[in-house]
């Protein structure tokens, strides 16, 4: 299986990555972004690409894939709505109808967020957007299409984020995150989970197109069975 990862230097971009590079079935791995992770490894090749709304200078580069996991996003906080929808819908919406002409029978996945809004009219703005994002993968004529939903996540294997604040708060609730995973076992996801649930959705497929954090979790335990 080869495999194209948006976001490879972010928290979630960087345990999909480690579990693509640890599974013998993934033969190749393309990771497309503003920054490369510097990262050696015989399966891997990074794209260096600044424009992430615009792909015509690399359109070469992005076909014969079997999977794409799309783990770009950021913090709504501060955003005016025109903004969030930019870098959100816009930017994302770019990369897939990109893929879907080059690569129709791809597995497109793409990271979302506990609470966000399918209707696309509740009252919170990010989840109004991110529904609206999902709600336009899932129209697109890829293969199959998956939206995962997790609410918090905690790194593992020394990953960390790239946006500050949410290091300040995984290295203030490091502590707890055993306990809270025992009290909410439901609502705490793991990268290293992350990133096994979204190969085994590209190998195998899916009986949901949208997984919450819970079903992420108990798809998680079933792998390990």
Same mark, same amino acid.
């Given at each position: 299986?080869?495999?194209?990862?948006?976001?490879?230097?972010?928290?979630?971009?960087?345990?999909?990555?480690?579990?693509?590079?640890?599974?013998?079935?993934?033969?190749?791995?393309?990771?497309?972004?503003?920054?490369?992770?510097?990262?050696?490894?015989?399966?891997?090749?990074?794209?260096?690409?600044?424009?992430?709304? =615009?792909?015509?200078?690399?359109?070469?580069?992005?076909?014969? %894939? =079997? +999977?794409?996991? %799309?783990?770009?996003?950021?913090?709504?906080?501060?955003?005016?709505?025109?903004?969030?929808?930019?870098?959100?819908? =816009?930017?994302?919406?770019?990369?897939?109808?990109?893929?879907?002409?080059?690569?129709?029978?791809?597995?497109?996945?793409?990271?979302?967020?506990?609470?966000?809004? $399918?209707?696309?009219?509740?009252?919170?703005?990010? +989840?109004?957007?991110?529904?609206?994002?999902?709600?336009?993968?899932?129209?697109?004529? %890829?293969? $199959?299409?998956?939206?995962?939903?997790?609410?918090?996540?905690?790194?593992?294997?020394?990953?960390?984020?790239?946006?500050?604040?949410?290091?300040?708060?995984?290295?203030?609730?490091?502590?707890?995150?055993?306990?809270?995973?025992?009290? %909410?076992?439901?609502?705490?996801?793991?990268?290293?989970?992350?990133?096994?649930?979204?190969?085994?959705?590209?190998?195998?497929?899916?009986?949901?197109?949208?997984?919450? $954090?819970?079903?992420?979790?108990?798809?998680? +335990?079933?792998? +390990?069975?």
């Amino acid at each position: 299986m080869d495999v194209l990862i948006f976001g490879a230097t972010g928290m979630v971009g960087q345990g999909a990555l480690r579990a693509c590079l640890a599974d013998p079935e993934v033969g190749r791995v393309v990771a497309i972004g503003r920054t490369i992770t510097g990262r050696g490894h015989p399966k891997l090749r990074e794209i260096a690409h600044e424009n992430l709304f =615009d792909y015509s200078a690399v359109e070469g580069t992005l076909s014969g %894939f =079997d +999977a794409c996991f %799309f783990c770009l996003g950021v913090s709504s906080a501060g955003m005016t709505e025109a903004a969030y929808h930019h870098v959100t819908f =816009d930017l994302t919406l770019a990369a897939a109808r990109t893929l879907v002409r080059f690569n129709p029978r791809m597995c497109f996945i793409y990271v979302s967020g506990a609470g966000t809004d $399918s209707t696309e009219s509740g009252r919170i703005m990010w +989840a109004r957007v991110k529904g609206k994002t999902e709600n336009a993968l899932l129209a697109l004529p %890829f293969k $199959s299409a998956f939206m995962l939903r997790p609410a918090m996540i905690q790194p593992l294997h020394g990953i960390t984020s790239k946006t500050r604040s949410y290091r300040l708060l995984y290295s203030t609730t490091a502590l707890l995150l055993p306990l809270l995973r025992a009290l %909410f076992p439901n609502y705490v996801t793991t990268t290293e989970q992350l990133g096994r649930v979204m190969i085994s959705l590209a190998k195998n497929g899916g009986e949901h197109a949208i997984l919450e $954090s819970r079903d992420i979790n108990r798809r998680t +335990a079933a792998l +390990a069975r």
